[in-house]
């Protein structure tokens, strides 16, 4: 096409247009030679902050929805820094009488960087005059919509107003940045707020606001719904999850550096409610009851979510209504409840976790110095309390343990050393699990620089606990 050529694609409202414009989206222009400099440049530089940002959401497991918008933001961003760094170099000039020359011998019209932006896409949807009366425009003519663009500007301005009418959705876990904690520095141990352990009825305020925010932006792998699922799971069959927790936030009594959930933010969890134990009852009702009637089966009804479920200060009245919905729609079903044991210390938690038919409690140390380090607990409890409260379920509990490696705060940690294993081992020996589940990390951690154990050594501990007369899985 030769410059200003028009091809009407829909009647005289969407028309094919050639233009050319030095600048910006819909042909906004910096002048001068230095502006159109300044223009690309600036561009490169925010496309490659545009890209780390992007990785970053990826690795975190941000939402879909936000890393489509950042993705079409950068999309087309890239479109328009092509046409600015190359045309200039493999076009002639276009002009009004005479179409453009692909690769001309004599050189492109510009140099590297310099090059015209291409809009085609021209929607004169619109046309009239303003009224008299109107201040300013009052009988001039007006159009919409008079910009020419591309493709690279529909992608970035879709992509804005994506985020913008979502905003609230992709970005609400950020409310009251302003009193973010920054992340310890090497050598510093985050300070005692807490001396005692929390009983579910205080869970909200025994957490400690000296939880870790690295990486703000990180939601973590978090649930929308107090019932999600079901999903197939290796360890669990047909798995029903059931969520007690703040929906899009974690709130834990750990704050473990490996937890696909993220870091626990307890400042943003103290302004949420728990779901009540009524709401829980129902959506889980009305679950079981869709499956049922749907002839869909399910194994296991998983107490997991944003979380600690333990927390919940109804969790014993919460399971026994589980039991009740259970043995109505799917006897043969189990109940498996996944937790860090923190307050299995508690009559009524640990009267309720008996009820169930898997009570998964999390032991990933053998040493309090790796507790205290892979755990990193909220508030103050140490390996020989959880141990204790482990004892007194007298092996009807299953252990699982994820084993980890890696660096945090300018500290190394490894629990598969043969110092961390043997005393892990003594544990194992002494509480008799009727189970132990071995596992790796398997999705993004909110801590950097935190490694994924090699299947040989997980095999290799397994054997190790079998030796012990205890039987052993491991999920690689």
């Given at each position: 096409m030769t410059l200003g050529q028009s091809i009407p694609v829909l009647g005289d409202w969407f028309i094919i247009h050639f233009t050319e414009n030095y600048g910006?989206?819909?042909?906004?222009?910096?002048?001068?030679?230095?502006?159109?400099?300044?223009?690309?440049?600036?561009?490169?530089?925010?496309?490659?902050?545009?890209?780390?940002?992007?990785?970053?959401?990826?690795?975190?497991?941000?939402?879909?929805?936000?890393?489509?918008?950042?993705?079409?933001?950068?999309?087309?961003?890239?479109?328009?820094?092509?046409?600015?760094?190359?045309?200039?170099?493999?076009?002639?000039?276009?002009?009004?009488?005479?179409?453009?020359e692909f690769?001309?011998?004599?050189?492109g019209y510009g140099s590297f960087l310099h090059g015209k932006v291409v809009d085609l896409f021209y929607f004169p949807?619109?046309?009239?005059?303003?009224?008299?009366?109107?201040?300013?425009?009052?009988?001039?003519?007006?159009?919409?919509?008079?910009?020419?663009?591309?493709?690279?500007d529909s992608a970035i301005t879709l992509g804005v107003f994506w985020l913008i009418i979502f905003q609230k959705k992709y970005f609400s876990h950020q409310n009251n940045s302003n009193s973010l904690l920054p992340e310890p520095?090497?050598?510093?141990?985050?300070?005692?707020?807490?001396?005692?352990?929390?009983?579910?009825?205080?869970?909200?305020?025994?957490?400690?606001?000296?939880?870790?925010?690295?990486?703000?932006?990180?939601?973590?792998?978090?649930?929308?719904?107090?019932i999600f699922g079901p999903v197939k799971s290796r360890r669990l069959g047909i798995s029903l999850g059931v969520n007690l927790l703040p929906l899009n936030i974690k709130h834990c009594s750990f704050n473990c550096l490996y937890c696909e959930c993220g870091w626990t933010k307890a400042h943003l969890a103290q302004g949420k409610k728990l779901h009540a134990k009524e709401d829980v009852r129902d959506a889980l009702d009305m679950k079981l009851s869709s499956m049922r009637d749907a002839q869909k089966p399910v194994d296991t009804i998983t107490f997991a979510g944003n979380g600690e479920p333990t927390l919940h200060p109804d969790f014993a009245a919460?399971?026994?209504?589980?039991?009740?919905?259970?043995?109505?729609?799917?006897?043969?079903?189990?109940?498996?409840?996944?937790?860090?044991?923190?307050?299995?210390?508690?009559?009524?938690?640990?009267?309720?976790?008996?009820?169930i038919e898997q009570n998964i409690l999390k032991l990933d140390a053998g040493t309090e110095e790796s507790f205290q380090t892979i755990n990193n607990p909220s508030f103050?409890?140490?390996?020989?309390?959880?141990?204790e409260n482990l004892k007194q379920f007298r092996g009807q509990m299953i252990i699982q343990t994820l084993f980890v490696r890696?660096?945090?705060?300018?500290?190394?940690?490894?629990?598969?050393?043969?110092?961390?294993?043997?005393?892990?081992?003594?544990?194992?020996?002494?509480?008799?699990?009727?189970?132990v589940m071995i596992?790796?990390?398997?999705?993004?951690?909110?801590?950097?620089?935190?490694?994924?154990?090699?299947?040989?050594?997980?095999?290799?501990?397994?054997?190790?606990?079998?030796?012990?007369?205890?039987?052993?899985?491991?999920?690689?």
């Open positions: 910006m989206a819909f042909g906004l222009e910096f002048s001068g030679e230095y502006g159109k400099l300044i223009l690309s440049v600036f561009r490169i530089v925010a496309v490659l902050f545009i890209g780390w940002y992007l990785y970053r959401l990826i690795r975190k497991n941000a939402s879909p929805g936000l890393i489509a918008c950042i993705s079409l933001i950068m999309a087309g961003a890239i479109g328009n820094i092509i046409d600015s760094a190359f045309y200039g170099l493999i076009f002639s000039e276009s002009l009004f009488n005479q179409v453009a690769m001309p011998e004599a050189g949807i619109i046309r009239g005059t303003f009224p008299s009366w109107m201040p300013f425009w009052g009988d001039q003519q007006f159009l919409f919509f008079r910009p020419v663009f591309n493709v690279a520095k090497n050598g510093e141990q985050k300070p005692d707020t807490v001396n005692a352990l929390p009983t579910p009825d205080r869970a909200q305020e025994a957490i400690s606001l000296d939880s870790i925010d690295k990486d703000e932006d990180n939601r973590g792998f978090l649930f929308e719904q107090i919460i399971i026994d209504d589980a039991i009740i919905l259970r043995d109505k729609y799917f006897p043969s079903a189990r109940i498996a409840v996944l937790s860090n044991a923190s307050l299995a210390g508690n009559k009524e938690v640990a009267s309720a976790l008996m009820k103050n409890i140490t390996l020989s309390q959880v141990i890696g660096t945090y705060a300018g500290k190394h940690f490894d629990n598969t050393t043969e110092k961390e294993v043997s005393a892990w081992l003594n544990h194992i020996d002494s509480l008799k699990p009727k189970l596992y790796p990390i398997a999705r993004a951690t909110p801590a950097d620089h935190v490694e994924k154990v090699e299947d040989e050594t997980l095999r290799s501990i397994a054997k190790r606990v079998e030796a012990l007369g205890v039987q052993t899985e491991v999920y690689l």
